[in-house]
Every structure is written in structure tokens, then in C-alpha cells.
């Protein structure tokens, strides 16, 4: 999150001097800042309790308020504005809960296709325990870093059809895991297919299904992970919501060394994302908000996780 936010600040500082020196005409985006808070229960959340009694103790808690700056920002490369660099968050990526730092180029075909293609820097950077599974003593954070490479297919021919694929690989600075085979420097594959249909005039249906494949250093930190998703999207003049929910199954390709079983989980997952845009006096402006909570289980007690996060924020389009 805090190498996010430190990217986008820098973009947002970054405009002014780049208009100057270009026709801002062919600018366009949305800026916006952000209120909220978190919180988690995760024994691997690098903001939790430092020391554990057991690794059977208490799922540790926190609680985070934050302000964050989001947004996205893009340059026509021509005077039809069929093709485009830009940089920042999509709004499509936030409705449905996905925060991510993306930098890109984008390109309209005449058939209704959109194709892209962007580097994202910071969706795999971050801190992470330096060894998680520490008890009796206080354990240290390390960073995790990495890139992730994705290329998008968008309303294919007008079908509704986008396919999204992705290549990722990941980190750990000082990973102090003593047991080789959850040790967690990794490649990671995605591909994801979903298909956008209208109920009415103000109202449509976006159903996914994705497959997320990592490849670690150790087998039992390596997992084949299956996403099914669906979001209910509605507008009308002045409002918009875009309600996602999801469920994905995990499932580790080896035996856990420490608790003696291969590792699954179920993950559920609910997102809210709604704007008004009928703001009196103020155009352009919006009202933003935020609401999401994912959920969890796993057939090793340790791993279980519960996250909550709000927002409510104000954004401005150009």
C-alpha cells in the first residue's frame, strides 16, 4: 500500500509539468483521495503481533486507518484517441476490489476490441514476516519485491468477452524460513475470462472465472488457486455500483513441513464500490466509497484470515 500511494503521489505532483509540456488536450483521468480503515485477523499480516506464544495461539488483530490518493491518468498518442499510454489504477480494477498500480498502452481496435498491455511494480511489493512461523520471539519484517506483466483482451468483437493474462515473479529479501520446502521466492502465472451482459438499459452482470498458478521455491508453498466471480453492476444519472462477489479455492502442490498435511483453502469474498456524481455545484466531482471484507479458511488453523476494509473518499474526472 505505502509503495502505491508513494507512486501515485508522484504521478499526480508529475502532471502539471508534463502538460506544460504537451497538448493538454489529449490528457485525460480521474484523481482522487481516500479516507478509510482496515482491519485483519492473520497471523501472516507483517502489522500484527509481533510474537507469537504457539503456533496454535490466536489469530493476530490490527487495525489501520489510512488516506490514500488513487486514480489513473492517460495520453492520447493521436488525434482520435484510438491508442493511449497511461499510468495509475483503473476504475475497472477498483469496482471490483483490486488495487493495483499499473503504467501501460492501451489501443482500440475498430471491431470493439481493446487490447493492453502494462508492467505492475508494486502489486507484489511490499513486507512480509521475515520468518512467520517464529514463536517465542519477535519477529522482524523484510521486504518482498517483484513485477507483474500483463496483457488484456477486451469486449472482443463487441462479444462482452475479455480474457486478462498476467506473469508475475516475487521476491523475499531475507526470507528466514527455515524449512526448504515452504521457502517463497516464486513465478506466478494468471489468466482470468469473464463475460459482461446487460440485464436493461442501467443494469448488467459481469461473470468470471480465473486460474492463478504459483510456482515457489518450495513445493509447499506452491498452489494451484481456481476464482469463480460475479458482479452485479448498476448506473443511472448520478449514481453507480458495482457489487462483486467471489469464492476461490487454493490448493498446495506438498506437504506442509510444520503442521504435517497439504495446505487448502476457501476464500469468500464480498466488494462494494459506489460513486454519486450529482454533487450540487460541483462538476466533475464525485463522492466515492469502498467496502469489502474477504474470508479465509484453511484446513490448517494458522493460515485462516478475515479482512475488512471502508473508504470514502472524492473524485475529480478531467
Same mark, same amino acid.
Given at each position: 500500500?505505502?509503495?502505491?500511494?508513494?507512486?501515485?503521489?508522484?504521478?499526480?505532483?508529475?502532471?502539471?509539468?508534463? #502538460?506544460?509540456?504537451?497538448?493538454?488536450?489529449?490528457?485525460?483521468?480521474?484523481?482522487?483521495?481516500?479516507?478509510?480503515?482496515?482491519?485483519?485477523?492473520?497471523?501472516?499480516?507483517?502489522?500484527?503481533?509481533?510474537?507469537?506464544?504457539? !503456533?496454535?495461539?490466536?489469530?493476530?488483530?490490527?487495525?489501520?486507518?489510512?488516506?490514500?490518493?488513487?486514480?489513473?491518468?492517460?495520453?492520447?498518442?493521436?488525434?482520435?484517441?484510438?491508442?493511449?499510454?497511461?499510468?495509475?489504477?483503473?476504475?475497472?480494477?477498483?469496482?471490483?476490489?483490486?488495487?493495483?498500480?499499473?503504467?501501460?498502452?492501451?489501443?482500440?481496435?475498430?471491431? /470493439?476490441?481493446?487490447?493492453?498491455?502494462?508492467?505492475?511494480?508494486?502489486?507484489?511489493?511490499?513486507?512480509?514476516?521475515?520468518?512467520?512461523?517464529?514463536?517465542?520471539?519477535?519477529?522482524?519484517?523484510?521486504?518482498?519485491? $517483484?513485477n507483474a506483466y500483463r496483457l488484456k483482451l477486451s469486449n472482443i468483437w463487441n462479444s462482452g468477452v475479455s480474457f486478462d493474462m498476467a506473469y508475475a515473479t516475487s521476491e523475499i529479501d531475507n526470507d528466514q524460513i527455515t524449512e526448504q520446502a515452504l !521457502?517463497?521466492?516464486?513465478?506466478?502465472?494468471?489468466?482470468?475470462?469473464?463475460?459482461?451482459?446487460? !440485464? /436493461?438499459?442501467?443494469?448488467?452482470?459481469?461473470?468470471?472465472?480465473?486460474?492463478?498458478?504459483?510456482?515457489?521455491?518450495?513445493?509447499?508453498?506452491?498452489?494451484?488457486?481456481?476464482?469463480?466471480?460475479?458482479?452485479?453492476?448498476y448506473f443511472s444519472s448520478g449514481h453507480s455500483l458495482a457489487l462483486t462477489g467471489s469464492y476461490a479455492y487454493r490448493d498446495f502442490n506438498a506437504v506442509n513441513p510444520i503442521f504435517g498435511k497439504e495446505r487448502s483453502d476457501d476464500i469468500y469474498s464480498?466488494?462494494? #464500490?459506489?460513486?454519486?456524481?450529482?454533487?450540487? $455545484?460541483?462538476?466533475?466531482?464525485? #463522492?466515492?466509497?469502498?467496502?469489502?471484507?474477504?474470508?479465509?479458511?484453511?484446513?490448517?488453523?494458522?493460515?485462516?484470515?478475515?479482512?475488512? !476494509?471502508?473508504?470514502?473518499?472524492?473524485?475529480?474526472?478531467?
Amino acid at each position: 500500500m505505502k509503495k502505491t500511494q508513494f507512486c501515485l503521489v508522484t504521478l499526480f505532483s508529475g502532471i502539471a509539468f508534463i #502538460a506544460q509540456a504537451s497538448d493538454t488536450s489529449r490528457f485525460s483521468g480521474e484523481l482522487s483521495i481516500n479516507a478509510g480503515f482496515a482491519t485483519s485477523d492473520s497471523n501472516l499480516n507483517p502489522n500484527g503481533d509481533k510474537t507469537l506464544a504457539s !503456533l496454535n495461539d490466536q489469530v493476530s488483530h490490527t487495525n489501520n486507518a489510512f488516506v490514500a490518493p488513487l486514480g489513473s491518468v492517460s495520453y492520447a498518442l493521436d488525434n482520435q484517441n484510438s491508442h493511449r499510454i497511461y499510468m495509475g489504477t483503473s476504475r475497472d480494477d477498483l469496482a471490483v476490489g483490486t488495487l493495483a498500480f499499473e503504467l501501460g498502452y492501451q489501443y482500440d481496435f475498430l471491431d /470493439g476490441t481493446r487490447l493492453d498491455i502494462g508492467v505492475l511494480p508494486t502489486v507484489l511489493s511490499g513486507e512480509v514476516w521475515a520468518d512467520p512461523y517464529l514463536v517465542g520471539e519477535s519477529r522482524t519484517t523484510t521486504d518482498i519485491d $517483484g513485477n507483474a506483466y500483463r496483457l488484456k483482451l477486451s469486449n472482443i468483437w463487441n462479444s462482452g468477452v475479455s480474457f486478462d493474462m498476467a506473469y508475475a515473479t516475487s521476491e523475499i529479501d531475507n526470507d528466514q524460513i527455515t524449512e526448504q520446502a515452504l !521457502l517463497r521466492d516464486s513465478s506466478t502465472y494468471y489468466l482470468k475470462g469473464q463475460y459482461r451482459s446487460m !440485464l /436493461g438499459s442501467n443494469s448488467g452482470l459481469i461473470s468470471a472465472f480465473s486460474y492463478t498458478g504459483r510456482d515457489a521455491e518450495g513445493k509447499a508453498a506452491s498452489y494451484n488457486k481456481y476464482k469463480a466471480e460475479l458482479t452485479y453492476l448498476y448506473f443511472s444519472s448520478g449514481h453507480s455500483l458495482a457489487l462483486t462477489g467471489s469464492y476461490a479455492y487454493r490448493d498446495f502442490n506438498a506437504v506442509n513441513p510444520i503442521f504435517g498435511k497439504e495446505r487448502s483453502d476457501d476464500i469468500y469474498s464480498l466488494f462494494l #464500490a459506489y460513486e454519486y456524481a450529482n454533487i450540487p $455545484g460541483w462538476d466533475n466531482w464525485s #463522492a466515492i466509497s469502498f467496502v469489502g471484507s474477504t474470508f479465509t479458511t484453511s484446513n490448517i488453523d494458522f493460515y485462516e484470515s478475515n479482512d475488512l !476494509l471502508m473508504s470514502v473518499g472524492l473524485n475529480y474526472k478531467f
